[in-house]
């Protein structure tokens, strides 16, 4: 059974940062890329940053470009979002999904398959 769960959500100030990490399991994760993606109230589920397997190449939407990082650990089945610099926008439930290899470098929500139930980020003074 293929399952995604996330966690290292919670609240934090702005300018301050966060790390999530989505465990994989029933399958390995070195045949699959893995996206972040995040949904405000009231808004569309959008897609943060991904990674690709093998070579780790890595895409970021552009409100994140540079403040966000993102990685995996083949060994452990875990991927990371490190967010630093976050702002009062970055409000949002996050979810890490799975995509097969042949899906390529994208943050479409319509590519993934399999997701996580979710992990609240909430910015906040």
């Known amino acids: 059974q293929v399952q995604l769960v996330e966690s290292g959500g919670g609240l934090v100030q702005p300018g301050g940062s966060l790390r999530l990490s989505c465990q994989l399991s029933?399958?390995?994760?070195?045949?699959?890329?893995i996206g972040w993606f995040r949904q405000a109230p009231g808004k569309e589920r959008e897609g943060v940053s991904c990674?690709?397997?093998?070579?780790?190449?890595?895409l970021y939407a552009d409100s994140v470009k540079g403040r966000f990082t993102i990685s995996r650990d083949n060994a452990k089945n875990t991927a990371y979002l490190q967010m630093n610099g976050l702002k009062l926008e970055d409000t949002a439930v996050y979810y890490c999904?799975?995509?097969?290899?042949?899906?390529?470098?994208?943050?479409?929500?319509?590519?993934?398959?399999?997701w996580g139930q979710g992990t609240q980020v909430t910015v906040s003074s």
């Open positions: 999904a799975a995509a097969p290899l042949e899906v390529g470098l994208t943050i479409r929500v319509a590519d993934y398959d399999d």
């Open positions: 990674i690709s397997s093998s070579d780790s190449m890595t």
């Open positions: 029933g399958f390995t994760l070195d045949y699959y890329a």
